[in-house]
């Protein structure tokens, strides 16, 4: 499974992990997760014809 990430949020998420904040770390991967979630979805339902 593959997520593109823009620029941006590549660069916030290298910050919060060098200046070691954890609560923006984590914030970041639940809306990478959320996204990886809606686009496995999108694909499950472009397969069933809906």
């Known amino acids: ?3 593109n990430l ?3 949020e590549f660069m916030q ?3 919060a992990v060098l200046d070691r ?8 991967l639940k809306e990478f997760i959320k996204r990886i979630e809606e ?3 999108a ?3 472009s397969h069933l014809g809906g």
């Open 1 to 3: 499974m593959v997520l």
């Open 6 to 8: 823009t620029e941006n």
């Open 13 to 15: 998420m290298k910050a």
């Open 21 to 28: 904040d954890g609560k923006e770390a984590l914030r970041l």
């Open 39 to 41: 686009q496995k979805n």
């Open 43 to 45: 694909g499950m339902k």
